[in-house]
């Protein structure tokens, strides 16, 4: 059995909080679906995307892959893989479906190369030094300063998660926030207007990984 954990912080000057989730699925193969032309050269476009880990690059195409078509994202991606992991088939699937089919195509997310330093920062710390699992790095740092530092004064969202099999396996996780009422990952994904993203990865065991987005409106 395969144990992912699924951590997310919404911060805003007002508001900051936190969710967490866990499940365990068995080791099996994750189909994936065929590259998409149209998100695999829009992320080849964005400064910085030939810099990012092999691991950022997947979870950045994940990613876009489900904002640019979320109807095709929920065929192609999550319909085989809710037949092929049982346990996943909560009632937050069928949600998830009314979700995707009401977001229609979202703006998929540009590269903010101060995200992008955010996002690997934290995932090389707390994955490099297999620390807690957190939003706060080891030198104390929280998920507010971390943003302040890099220039985002406000709109901005974290997600992290302990990868064990596929990044698309993880992507669809989060989107499924199964336990977690507020539905809170879901919701940071499908918000239009978060339209900026950083992406970090780190390999935190033999194999686990621990993974980052960083995310934020337009900054004005």
Not at 85 to 91: Q, S, V
Not at 190 to 206: H, T
Request: charged fraction near 20%.
């Amino acid at each position: 059995m395969f144990r992912f954990l699924f951590i997310l912080l919404l911060s805003c000057p007002l508001i900051s909080f936190s969710q967490i989730s866990t499940i365990e699925l068995e080791a099996r193969y994750v189909p994936e679906p065929g590259i998409d032309s149209v998100v695999e050269n829009w992320n080849r476009t964005q400064p910085g995307y030939d810099k990012l880990p092999l691991q950022a690059k997947k979870f950045l195409y994940w990613t876009n892959y489900s904002r640019n078509n979320p109807q095709k994202f929920w065929d192609s991606a999550i319909v085989p893989i809710l037949a092929i992991f049982p346990p996943m088939n909560k009632p937050e699937a069928g949600t998830l479906k009314t979700d995707l089919w009401k977001a229609g195509s979202l703006p998929m997310f540009k590269l903010n190369e101060a995200l992008i330093g955010t996002a690997q920062s934290h995932a090389s710390d707390i994955g490099g030094k297999r620390a807690p699992l957190g939003h706060t790095s080891t030198n104390g740092a929280d998920f507010a300063s971390r943003m302040k530092k890099a220039g985002i004064k406000y709109c901005a969202a974290e997600n992290i998660s302990l990868s064990s099999q596929s990044i698309l396996l993880s992507t669809i996780l989060l989107y499924l926030d199964i336990g977690l009422p507020g539905l809170g990952h879901r919701k940071a994904l499908l918000d239009p207007n978060l339209r900026e993203i950083g992406i970090g990865s780190s390999l935190y065991n033999a194999d686990q990984y621990f993974l980052v987005q960083d995310m934020s409106c337009v900054q004005k």
